[in-house]
């Protein structure tokens, strides 16, 4: 693997896996489901893990390699294992790491899929999950429990891009002996590194921002050596690895991150500010508008405030519905992170199979639009979204 580059932008282009005996320029891709030996006693040696080597592409494979090494140079991580999905990334994370009878503390506000695992999934492995407020974060301690086991969050949140202090988390979770997990997904590597704020582990649906073009699925997991050692284990014998092609296409979009991500940021902000003075709109959150509740936690801890626009529109669901059915340009999606803008409505999608009270507890009302913020010229975002509150 390459040497260690100092800045973000070069580490995402330079680090890359050795060159072949051809000297390419851009890394080949590894269409192989497995790998051959020397001789009988290379093959017990590599078995026995007293060789490095890749045997199995459920395992490792050069491409899954080169996207893990960069996220973990990207991320400050020492170790990190690859997913073919963000959810199989958060589901194999905790399942490596949990058995029967432990207890995780989780912030309230957290991706639908992941709540149905704490809710619907878990408890059948005898597996609770308390939540805690993400406007009371210092409540988080209250939930402790002597079986507690992790302490866990998302920031910003899916979909109301709250920001939570995760250096406060931190400080409750070593002082407690837990691990601190974070979803660092809305902000990437780019824009927020949960590790040097005291993290354990970073999970990231590289579905999202690191594709970056709505392409192809992947997760990643990246942090403590001997933390994602045990994951490993788990998810080599329980098969959820990245293919290698998807691999591939998110080593190399990971090269344009940094530029994508500036753009985005700036697009999102600019939304931000003109529907915050729109009649038509109830409220806006975007964690660099001064108005977000958590405007100063986000300054100290994101580099920018990232792509996703949370907004209401009056006239709850049939505001909503009129909204979306009037939209002409932006993409009507449940995915987010790509270079075309979308717009959302969490209630019947994303969120749609939480109970009523619990979309109120995260923010989630019929009127919310979630609208990830792409690559166009903002001017005609804009004026699509206008036209659609004209319709209102």
Known sequence: MSET??????QSVRVQTEKTQFLEH????????????????????????EKERNLYSRFSNPNTTEFVDKMCHLEGAEAGYAFATGMAAVFSTFAALLNSGDHIVSA??????THSLFTKYFPKWNIE?????VNEVEKAEALIKPNTKILYAESPTNPGVDVLDLELLSSIAKKH????IVDNCFATPYLQNPIKLGAD?????????????????????????ELIREIYLFSRNTGPSLSPFNAWVLSKSLETLAVRVDRHCENALKLAEY??????????KYPFLVSHPQYEVAKKQMKLGGNIVAFEVKGGVEGGRTFFDNIKMCSLSANLGDTRTIVTHPASTTHSKLAVEDKLAVGITDGMVRCSVGLEAVEDVIKDIEQALGSL
């Open 26 to 49: 851009s890394v080949p891709l590894y269409l192989t489901s497995g790998f051959v030996f020397e001789d009988s006693e290379e093959m017990r040696a590599s078995f026995a893990e």
């Open 177 to 180: 002996g837990l691990l601190l």
């Open 201 to 225: 582990l970073v999970i990231h649906s590289a579905t999202k921002l690191i594709d970056g073009q709505g392409r192809v699925l992947g997760g990643v997991t990246v942090g403590k050596k």
């Open 108 to 113: 309230r506000s957290v991706f639908g899929s």
């Open 275 to 284: 529907l915050e003075k729109h009649p038509k709109v109830n409220w806006v």
């Open 129 to 133: 999950t308390s939540y805690f407020s």
């Open 5 to 10: 580059y100092k800045n973000f932008e070069t």
